[in-house]
Each structure stands twice: as C-alpha cells, then as structure tokens.
C-alpha cells in the first residue's frame, strides 16, 4: 500500500503527464510550424477557388459581352438593311406569282373598271377621275396588302409548332440541318416552303443563318427575327439550342395569348364602330324606303351629289380614325 507521500506523488506525474499531452496537442504546431502550413494551405486553397471563381465570373462577362457584340451587329446590319418595301417584295411577301410589269397592267385594268362603273352611276368627271385614281391605285394594293397580311397570319399560327420540332430533335440527338428538313417536309404551308428554300440555300453555300435572313426578308415578322437572332447567336458563341429555342417557343406562344386577350378585349369597341359606321346607310336606305321622292335628291341634283361625296370623304375619316384607335400594335 503507498504512503500518503508516494500518491502524491504520483498524481502530480500524472497531472504533470496530462498537462504536458494537452500542451504538446495545442503548442506543437505553432512550434513545428504546422499551423503555419496548414494556414498556409487554406490560404493556397482559397486562393485557387478565388481564382477559378474569378475565371469562371470572367468566361461568364466574356460571353455575355460576345452576345452583346452579336445583338449590336444584328442589329447594325437590320438597321443599314431597314427600308421601305418596294412592290417587288410586296408581290413576294403575298407570294403571287405575277411580276411587276404585270401588277402594273391589272392595275390600270382594274381602274378602268372602277372608273366604268362609276361612270354609270353618276357621270360627274370629278366622280369618274377619283373612282379610277382609286381603282388603279388603292384597290390593288389594298388586294396585296390583304394576301401579304393573311400569309403572314397562317405563318404564325404554324411557326411555334415548327420551333417545338426543331427542340425535340436536338434533344433527341438530330443534327439541326435534319429538324430544318423536317420542317421543310412535313409541316403546313407557308412555313414549309419558307424552310424549304432555307435547306436550298445550303446547297448553295449559304448557313442556315444566311437562309433564315432571306426568310426574315420574304415574312419579316417579329417572331421570324427572334428565330434568326438566336440562331445568329448561337453559331457565333455557342450555347444550348434546345433550351433557347425552348424559351423562344414559350414566348412566342404566350405573345399568341397576348394577342388574343387584345382581340377579345376590344371586340366590344370594335362592334361599336361598325355599328356607328352602318348608320347612314341604313338610315338612307330607310328613308329611301319610305320616301324616295325625298332622298332622291341627293344622287339627281349636282348639289346632293357634292354633299354625298363631302359625306364619304368624312365618313371614311372618321372610320379610319376609329380603327386607328381600336387597333392594337402587338
């Protein structure tokens, strides 16, 4: 059995071990220098994750500011390129398959028409002038303007389920040369024959870039440009296509949305105006009903006659006025 002095002893050797082992864990490294090395470490550590972080933020402003290089030439070149149409476009933009001279020839034809016509409803040379001038200037354009406006409707109505073809083939694998042939093959007119002459024009040395801006200058549509602009964009600095040609789908057919919430929206104005615009004539075609002695006037007396075009000229002021004002640009 120890004495009270050899246990003494002894727990102070082991506190004297315990405190050696706890100084030995906290003050050998800042005496070996480990501490130094492992700081030292982190510090290298952090550094290289700074640095991969300040390349990757730099890769990330490099190519956003190669796409904003990209938009900026996009848009240069559209702006020396924007100009009125001449008639030439108009006949292709209608896709009617008549050349100018010929559009020209129908024109006067269809003057004369409307000048003969008029001639027998009232022989005034002032009336019989305006009716050709309008016949040989005003409707055909008019014709070209609706053909051009309804081609244009049907390309819409076509364009996002051509964009989904394109998505799903490069998802699925497919080169995009064979989803625009696709599109050239099997989706409905007139988005197929616009795609078509974009595979043509890869025959003839053109990108598929070059062929969608012949596109964008036969239907130049904002949905079109949008289109040309990503593809632009993307053979010049790269990037997923599916999921920007996916983004460009959506947005075009939540514009489509838009469009038709406007439409619904203002029906109710619209139905006004042709409901303001019918009055006069009903109005005269009643009173002719029941009086015509007394209505009669306006077309037998010169003077009825000047008040009935003032009438017209006005009224077609005023209807353009409201349709100016019930028309949404969207």
Known sequence: MLSPAMLQIAIFGMVAIAAGGVAYVFLYPMLSGQRKTEQRMKAVSQRSVSRANLAKASDNQNRRRQ???SLKNLENEQKTKKKKYILRD?????DVSISVKMFYILSAVSGLVVALLSFFVSQMPIVIIGAFMAGTFGLPRWVLG?????????FLEEFPNAIDIIVRGVKAGLPFNDT??????????PVRSEFRDVVESQAIGLTIAEGLQRVYGRMPLPEMNFLTIVISIQSQ??????????NLSRVLRERKKIQG???AMSQEAKSSAAIIASLPFVVMMLVYITTPHYISLLWEEQTGQL???????????????MKKMINFDF
Do not use: P
Request: cysteine-free; overall charge positive.
């Open 67 to 69: 796409v904003q290089d």
């Open 307 to 321: 008040m009935m075009l003032g009438s017209a000229i006005w009224m077609s002021l005023g209807v353009l006025v």
């Open 237 to 246: 600095s790269g990037g997923n296509l599916a999921d920007a040609l996916g």
């Open 90 to 94: 108009l006949i292709a933009q209608a």
């Open 180 to 189: 625009i042939r696709m599109i050239a093959s099997e989706s409905a007119e």
């Open 146 to 154: 609706f053909l051009r406006s309804r081609r244009q409707k049907k």
């Open 261 to 263: 919430k406007i439409r």
